[in-house]
Each structure stands twice: as C-alpha cells, then as structure tokens.
C-alpha cells in the first residue's frame, strides 16, 4: 500500500491565483481530512470528508473548497490564493469510528507570494 | 475552548539520557490521547493512542502514559534517530476525528 500520497510537493503561486492539492489513498478509508501546520501553531483542521459526498468545515475553512466523488481522493482547491495561506499542507485519512488512527499524508509545501 | 498544550517546546539530550515530554488538555468529552513523531519535511507518524487515564503503551525506546489532565511521552535512552518533533493530539467526543494538536517538543539527541 502507497498509504496516502500528495501531489505536488511544493508549489509557488501568485496571489490570486488558482490551484488544487492532490490527495489520494489506497487504505478504503471512509474519512478523509485536510490540515494545515503553521510555524508555531499546531496542524489546524481545514475540511473534511466522512464518505463521498459529504464534506463539512473544519475550524479554518475560508479560502478553500473541498468535494469527494470517490472514496481514494479528496482534492483540496485554492480559488484565489493570498499570501495567508502560505503554508504546508497535510492530507489524513482513517477509518471511521470511535478513535480511529488518522494517517498522514508526507505533505504539501505552498508559498503564495 | 479545547486546547492542547506541550512542553518543553524544544529539548537537547545526550545519547543515553532518558527524560520526559509533557501534553496537558483541556477538553470535554476526551475520546482519545495520540501521539505522533514528525520528521523534518514529512508528515506525522502515528506512535500511539490512549484512551482513559492509567493507559500505558510502548514502543521500543518510547513509553506513553495518560491521567486525566496530561500525558507523558517517556523516552529512555534515547538515540540520535529518536531526534524528532513529537506531536500531542486529543480526539473530542464528537462525530467526527477532529483533532486538537499541540505544537509539538523538538527532540535533539546528541551522540
């Protein structure tokens, strides 16, 4: 199992504008989410999935739109970016229920100038 | 308001030198502790998960414990590839797995 993967690595955006972070995972799943770590603050939760279809906020939603049409991927998309959402990106999933391991993506690195 | 918090935000150990991370929580409802290891520029590593005070788990040099303020992550004799920011985490009563985390203790272990 490749575990969950994320793509790209890293990437320089303009502020302004647009681009999507890959996720995907090949552990069936249901729960996907979405964090981001910055310096001095703990990973902070974006949106997340419980299944395909359904996706709810986390506690720092704006900015960013998520969907999930399948149970492997959970793209995460920058509509306009700013210089805010400089940040790094993680991708988790797990299984659902009581207090599931939640597995880490290795991350995504975005500097938006 | 739920919070997480570690401490020391960073320690420096020679090889062989056990000590002691700490993780207090203030949350209603805890449904569970975890614990992570974060390598510089990858993401965070599951090491364990603890559910009600009295819990213990191990891991090779690594030890867990949990009461119902805190955690400690006791590491003995640590090696230089124990060196890692270690990441506390509570999982609140809720429907959903929304983790709390804390910022984390950078470990350097010095041969």
């Known amino acids: 199992n490749a575990g969950v993967t994320q793509t790209p690595k890293f990437q320089v955006l303009k502020t302004g504008q647009s681009m999507t972070l890959q996720c995907a995972q090949d552990?069936?799943?249901?729960?996907m989410s979405w964090y981001r770590q910055d310096p001095g603050m703990g990973l902070r939760l974006i949106h997340y999935?419980?299944?395909?279809?359904?996706?709810d906020q986390g506690e720092v939603p704006n900015g960013y739109n998520v969907s999930r049409s399948t149970t492997e991927d959970f793209p995460l998309r920058l509509l306009s970016a700013a210089p805010s959402q400089t940040s790094v990106y993680f991708c988790?999933?797990?299984?659902?229920?009581?207090?599931?391991?939640?597995?880490f993506g290795p991350g995504t690195r975005l500097l938006v100038l | 308001e739920d919070q997480v918090t570690q401490s020391p935000e960073a320690l420096r150990l020679q090889e062989g030198e056990s000590s002691s991370l700490n993780c207090s929580y203030t949350?209603?409802?805890?449904?569970?502790l975890f614990w992570y290891r974060q390598d510089p520029g990858k993401g965070p590593e599951f090491l364990f998960t603890?559910?009600?005070a009295g819990e213990e788990k191990e891991k090779e040099r690594l030890k867990a414990t949990l009461t119902k303020k805190e955690s400690f992550l006791h590491i003995t004799a640590p090696k230089p590839e124990d060196s890692a920011t270690y990441l506390c985490?509570?999982?609140?009563?809720?429907?959903?797995?929304?983790?709390?985390f804390g910022t984390g203790t950078r470990l350097l272990v010095s041969p």
């Open positions: 949350v209603s409802g805890l449904r569970g």
């Open positions: 552990m069936n799943h249901e729960y």
């Open positions: 985490a509570v999982h609140k009563n809720t429907g959903f797995q929304k983790l709390v």
């Open positions: 988790a999933s797990s299984h659902p229920g009581g207090s599931e391991t939640q597995y």
């Open positions: 603890l559910y009600s």
């Open positions: 999935s419980v299944g395909a279809g359904i996706t």
